[in-house]
């Protein structure tokens, strides 16, 4: 089990407006839903730094949307290559999802999910 602080950002690093973001989990299967509350007032920004426990092996992804609309996302095994160390704070680095109409076969793609298991 890790202890971390992630700010959800683009891959340049840039941290991102997030409106809510999930974490996918694997074995059991399970998603973890973060809903940012907007701060009411000018100038203010919202939360963009996340507390964390989380086992890296069951990471199956991770999915944001921005303030905008736009998605972004990252695989579990994207995430694993990042080599995060328990107690740290990091910058974690979603790819933009291209803008299109999504189906159930697409986002299990996009999330690296198995396939859809259909019963004869």
Do not use: H
Request: hydrophobic share 40%; aromatic share 8%.
């Amino acid at each position: 089990m890790l202890n971390v602080n992630v700010v959800i950002s683009d891959q340049g690093q840039a941290p991102i407006d997030v409106a809510q973001w999930v974490m996918g989990l694997k074995k059991p299967d399970c998603v973890q839903v973060f809903t940012v509350e907007s701060q009411g007032g000018i100038g203010s920004l919202q939360t963009r730094e996340f507390a964390l426990m989380l086992d890296p092996a069951r990471v199956a992804f991770f999915a944001a949307k921005d303030t905008e609309g736009r998605i972004y996302s990252l695989s579990g095994d994207a995430f694993r290559k990042l080599e995060v160390k328990t107690n740290s704070l990091m910058y974690l680095p979603l790819n933009q999802a291209p803008e299109q109409q999504y189906n159930d076969e697409s986002l299990r793609a996009l999330l690296n999910l198995p396939k859809k298991k259909i019963a004869p």
